[in-house]
């Protein structure tokens, strides 16, 4: 993460009605004052989208203040997502707790079978079952004899 990532050579190449949005950490990747100077007006449009106008009229539109857009212009993580998210990260750490003194001290994957439990305890709370891999699915899984 940097700051002023996108920024007034930036903006002046900028076709007419390019969209601008932060995907970063904070606030500081637009430089946003590089912006407001060269505009000649800002107009709310809409929720979360501000369009600045610039001297020769082309219109940059702004969503979310330049703020971290899935949380400043969106629901960010519903519930039904998180609490898997949540599931996941305390069982994770139930595991590595219970295991550490086995493990080498190393970045280490969900393990499968939390993932699994997790997955179907959240399908039976939403009344929805998964069907089971056939034995021809389980093997291609397992190997890289086909596709790409």
Not at 72 to 89: K, L
Request: net charge negative.
């Amino acid at each position: 993460m940097t700051i002023s990532v996108v920024r007034k050579e930036h903006f002046e190449r900028m076709k007419d009605g390019a969209i601008i949005a932060n995907s970063g950490h904070f606030n500081v990747e637009i430089d946003i004052p590089d912006l407001e100077k060269m505009a000649t007006s800002k107009i709310r449009v809409r929720d979360n989208v501000d369009q600045f106008i610039l001297p020769d009229g082309r219109r940059i539109n702004l969503l979310g203040e330049g703020r971290l857009i899935n949380l400043a212009a969106a629901e960010g993580h519903p519930a039904s997502v998180m609490d898997m998210s949540f599931a996941n990260q305390s069982l994770s750490a139930e595991f590595l707790s219970k295991k550490n003194v086995k493990l080498d001290k190393r970045v280490y994957p969900v393990p499968p079978e939390i993932d699994r439990d997790i997955a179907r305890l959240k399908l039976e709370t939403m009344d929805c079952a998964i069907d089971e891999l056939t034995d021809k699915q389980k093997k291609y899984l397992a190997s890289w004899d086909q596709g790409t």
